[in-house]
């Protein structure tokens, strides 16, 4: 299948590592370019150079801090300056959930939800303001947000309250943008292999309908899909990416 991504330019913040890169990797293989946007502008430059590499496609990197809305909007000029505008923006830039045990109820500080809020929800809307406007001046776009699970269970109040609000922005967003023609979507991934992830915790059964830990890669090809063209009947939803959750229903 031909997902028409062929010079659609992507900014995949968060883009350096993990899911991000992944994703950033999957959308230069289907053709676009693409800009990926992160903290450490060492690890931008390697993975920059490993994905053109790779793909044979324009990719640029940019250092950012999405708290910083300063940081954001130039961030986000210079990614469109370099790429000749924005099609697609993929936020994925926050702190992985689940690498840590949740504290609990009595343990959760103004502090940590806070911040997690600055960088995840906050940070992702940031992103969005200043990418749109591209988007609707060419009368198209796609606006994925990579949240989790912890959105639909619970465990961790800040996971469950911050992923909660992804999707809650999400669906506004994809109310008040299309008119024009840009689709919004949540990615929920659950418990996810990266190239952090240790060889002993992948081996390790997961709670699952799969039976085993999601790659990061399935992860990103869910995402491409929903960066194509072709996903136009998805719109205002979220889509879970973690292999299934026995026992329970979603409607």
């Known amino acids: 299948m031909d997902l028409e991504l062929t010079g659609k330019r992507a900014l995949v ?3 350096s590592r993990g899911i991000g890169k992944a994703i950033a990797r999957e959308l230069a293989r289907e053709g676009a370019d693409v800009a990926i946007a992160a903290r450490d502008q ?6 920059v150079a490993e994905l053109a590499g790779e793909s044979g496609r324009r990719v640029v990197g940019v250092s950012v801090d999405t708290r910083d809305g300063e940081s954001v909007a130039a961030m986000v000029q210079a990614c469109a300056d370099a790429l000749g505008g924005i099609d697609i923006l993929v936020n994925a830039a926050a702190q992985p959930g ?3 045990p949740a504290p609990r109820w009595d343990g ?3 502090e940590a939800l806070f911040e997690e809020i600055r960088v995840k ?4 809307l940031r992103v969005a303001q200043a990418a749109a406007p591209y988007m609707i001046a060419g009368r198209w776009g796609r606006i994925i947000n990579v949240s989790g699970l912890a959105a639909r269970q ?4 800040i996971g469950s ?3 909660v609000a992804v999707s809650a922005m999400s669906k506004n967003l994809a109310d008040e943008l299309a008119p024009h023609g840009i689709n919004v979507v949540t990615v929920h991934p659950g418990t996810t292999r ?6 002993e915790a992948a081996r390790r059964p997961a709670r699952n309908l799969v039976g085993r830990m999601i790659d990061a890669r399935e992860v990103a090809y869910v995402v491409t899909f929903l960066a194509s063209p072709k996903s136009v009947a998805i719109d205002g939803d979220t889509i879970a990416a973690g292999g299934g959750v026995p026992g329970v229903i979603y409607y």
């Open 161 to 163: 309250v911050r992923n």
């Open 194 to 199: 990266t190239e952090a992830t240790s060889q």
């Open 108 to 110: 959760v500080t103004g």
């Open 13 to 15: 913040t968060g883009g």
């Open 98 to 100: 689940g690498q840590q």
């Open 121 to 124: 929800v906050l940070g992702y």
């Open 42 to 47: 060492a690890r931008i430059d390697a993975t």
């Open 154 to 157: 619970s465990g961790s109040v």
